[in-house]
């Protein structure tokens, strides 16, 4: 979080211009597939196998993360939209059609001792589908509105940066799985600095495009206050309805923490590739502010969950 700030508070003060942010660019495509590349290492091809015989429990998590948030997404436009603008609600509208995350979903589902293969499997599977649905998505319900417009060439981009290192990861496995596992910590690094990286190269582009005149204090509050009901409603709506669909206490905790977060580190350079040539500081916002408060209100549910588990 504190990293994240940082590079916000950077990039406003010391935007990467000219030939600088042309190497930036590079380096965050790079970093972005090194990062899903060591996705495709650490998932071991049996625990994927065995994940997905839970196939009720992927298409519950799948079903939270595709059809009800982007539902709520459109819904909640006459509302929100006259509080935090126009750009401001398509951010809050893109953020609804991510995949969702992967550590902190697998993170604070073994945090609250639920089904933990599941969790891996339904949030790697997300990511994995969002490199098509969320394009989908995007132009179903977008596009009208924000004047993208996306070709083969932006799909095949999301593919080359995503899908294949993750594949990639996969087949090398056998020869790098132990260094990754021996050295998990370091590798730590790659996940939080890719992250870093996007959101620095990102609002450099917002900032020499004027971001920051373009949006007040109470946008930005406005968007905080939404993003919270919208965290608080998914993680209710998870909570309350698998236990009535026949799933378990720790099915229910895996579908609770999977299918009520957006992935920050996919929709990000997801973003980048989508939204090129428009407002990308302006669409991510949302997106950064949503990632925070997602982790914040689920870290204090995982811990409740933690307590309720060791009486």
Known sequence: VVAIITAVVV????????????VMDKVVIGAIALLFFLYGARLHPREAIAGLTHWRLHLTILAFTFVVFPILGVAMRPLVEPIVGHD?????????????????????????????????????????????????????????????????????????????????GQLARRWIAG????????????????IVLVVYVAFSEGVRNGIWSQVTVWQ???????????????LVVTGSLPPRLGFNRADTIAIQ????????????????????????GLLVLPLMIFHQIQLILCSVLATRYAKAGEQ
């Not at 990039?11 to 042309?22: D, Q, V």
């Not at 260094?179 to 890719?194: A, L, M, N």
């Not at 990000?268 to 090129?276: E, G, N, Q």
Request: charged letters at 10%.
């Open 11 to 22: 990039a406003s003060l010391f935007p990467a211009r000219g030939s600088f942010a042309e």
């Open 88 to 168: 401001l609600y398509l951010g809050l509208l893109f953020a609804c059609l991510l995949p969702s995350t992967v550590q902190s979903s697998i993170a604070f589902t073994s945090i609250s001792r639920g089904n933990v293969p599941g969790a891996i499997v339904s949030a790697s599977l997300s990511n994995l589908l969002g490199v098509f649905v969320t394009p989908l998505l995007v132009v179903a319900l977008m596009s009208t509105a924000s004047g993208v417009h996306i070709d083969a060439s932006s799909i095949i981009k999301l593919m080359a940066q995503i899908l294949l290192p993750f594949i990639l």
């Open 179 to 194: 260094w990754v596992q021996r050295y998990s910590e370091p590798t730590k690094i790659v996940d939080r600095g890719s």
């Open 220 to 234: 930005v509050v406005g968007v905080a206050a939404v993003a919270a009901v919208l965290v608080v409603v998914m």
């Open 257 to 280: 923490f999977c299918g009520s977060k957006k992935s920050l580190a996919t929709g990000l350079p997801m973003a980048t590739v989508l939204f090129a040539g428009g407002p990308v």
